[in-house]
């Protein structure tokens, strides 16, 4: 059995990068046969999508801002997402790098899945068969999240889904059916319950660069909630740890603010932290944009000011900026592996905090709030308050009052919704997992634009907008995968 090298496919250019083994870096056609144990876990750790889409979820959605004419930097892959254009090319940070680089990941899985078919290893390969699975869902929802139209709850779901891609390719060109939202939903479901059940946390060296159980049921716990099976969502969050979310979540408040930026900005992905469920090394310059003209401004920096949130105290998030208005969370520490040492020439990489106890949390209370369960949904989002707020007291802790008046809200269950998705839109800016929120609650996204005089217009994205879904890669048409409307 060999590992081909197919330009596409029309999905992905089939190449694998591992910033923890290089193993996979020789030349394709000259690889091993994937014929042990080990050879297979080194597999597996390439099936996770190496691309960046922060750049282009963040500035699609409502934490960016047009900071006016002259102010920062102009690119392509942050510009066009946010007037909700197609961006062409593959470069770092556009939709097309990203469908790539997940379809790669897709190929990794595969290709192990079929070594292990086809071998005798015993029970010995069965974290990595889960860990395949999982990985193959959890790449194959990402797909399908940001290429197709977001899934409803009690709706059919008819709309075109992705290719679901559960063997390897061994053609130049191979057709591909996208199906339905809903038929995609079904196999991401099928692979990540049959993959939970044989993960193991202690296969590997550094658990947190891979599906161990936590991860996986933060994943489930973010699956769920887009198809609205709340007690799911609720099941999965909570067995993530016998610990309290209090000791495992970021410590905005404490640790991480007493520290320095630097210290600040390298904890954020740091695989001895409790908070991170999974790191995903992404082969990225997001961190390099730093101040783009369609980012974080001087808008958006009001809301972890004081009385921006529930608490009337401000949140403790770390506030740097390069000048002002090009703000920056500071939470990406850029890497560099060097591919020429002569030349010093080599690859920006991240470590990407995917899946997080501090997004389970939240998405746990918004399972509980739309159950009408609002007082297990305020004791997790005052639970996430009091790690992210300066100088909180059980006296800041938000009620079904303070929801009220403080949104102006008489509906507790609509009102506690909001108050979760607030928080997270702060706690999460330049993460990306804004735009996830935004496709879910199907909420209209408004933006300013500057002209070159200064005048401020306002354009809008609603809920049924084709723009909604980025454009998958021109190539895609050769195998007869149909790009989206527009």
């Known amino acids: 059995m060999k590992i081909f090298k197919l330009r596409y496919l029309a999905l992905a250019t089939v190449v694998f990068l591992s910033s923890c083994d290089k193993y996979l870096d ?6 091993t046969e994937i014929n042990s144990v080990e050879k297979v876990a080194q597999l ?7 691309g960046d889409y922060y750049t282009f979820a963040e500035a699609a959605s409502d934490n960016a801002e047009d900071k006016g004419s002259g102010v920062g930097t102009l690119s392509d892959v942050s510009q066009r997402p946010y007037y909700w254009q197609d961006v062409q090319g593959a470069d ?15 190929a990794a ?5 079929e070594a292990i078919d086809n071998n005798n290893f015993g029970n010995a390969v069965l974290p990595y068969k889960g860990e395949a699975l999982v990985a193959r869902a959890y790449a194959h929802f990402m797909l399908v999240t940001f290429y197709s139209k977001a899934y409803v709850i009690g709706s059919a779901n008819s709309s075109p889904g992705i290719p679901y891609v559960t063997e390897p390719e061994t053609t130049v060109i191979k057709s591909y059916d996208r199906s339905t939202v809903a038929a995609t939903y079904e196999k991401i479901e099928k692979d990540l319950v049959e993959g939970m059940k044989l993960l193991s946390a202690s296969a590997y060296k550094v658990p947190k660069y891979h599906f161990t159980p936590a991860a996986a049921n933060a994943f489930a716990a973010r699956f769920y909630l887009f198809k609205g099976e709340w007690q799911k969502v609720i099941d999965h969050a909570s067995a993530i740890s016998t610990d309290s979310f209090a000791n495992i979540i970021r410590p905005i408040n404490s640790t ?13 992905s740091r695989s001895d932290q409790k908070y991170n469920l999974l790191l995903i090394n992404l082969y990225a310059s997001y961190q390099r944009l730093t101040s783009p003209r369609y980012g974080y401004g001087a808008n958006l920096v009001k809301m972890f000011a004081v009385g921006s949130n529930i608490t009337g105290k401000a949140f403790a998030n770390k506030i740097l900026y390069y000048a002002v208005p090009n703000y920056t969370t500071y939470k990406h520490k850029e890497y560099f592996y060097v591919t020429n040492q002569v030349s010093n020439i080599g690859i920006t990489y991240l470590m990407s905090p995917a899946l997080t106890t501090d997004e389970a949390l939240l998405n746990r209370a918004e399972a509980y709030a739309q159950l009408g369960q609002f007082d297990k949904a305020l004791a997790d989002v005052n639970t996430a308050l009091a790690a992210y707020v300066r100088g909180y007291t059980n006296a800041d802790a938000a009620t079904l009052t303070k929801v009220a008046s403080f949104y102006g809200i008489s509906d507790p269950k609509e009102g506690v919704i909001k108050l979760i998705l607030e928080t997270k839109k702060a706690q999460f800016l330049q993460e990306g997992l804004r735009w996830l929120d935004i496709l879910r609650t199907r909420m209209t996204v408004k933006h300013n634009v500057y002209d070159s005089q200064g005048n401020e217009t306002f354009i809008e994205l609603t809920a049924d907008d084709n723009r909604r879904v980025f454009q998958i890669p021109e190539e895609a048409k050769l195998s007869g995968v149909p790009l989206n409307p527009r």
């Open 92 to 106: 770092r940070g556009s939709p097309s790098n990203y469908w790539n680089k997940c379809y790669e990941a897709i």
């Open 109 to 113: 899985a595969n290709q192990a899945l």
């Open 256 to 268: 991480l603010y007493d520290m320095s930026s630097e210290d600040y900005r390298a904890a954020f």
């Open 44 to 50: 597996v750790a390439t099936a996770y999508p190496e």
């Open 26 to 31: 020789t030349a394709p056609d000259n690889r």
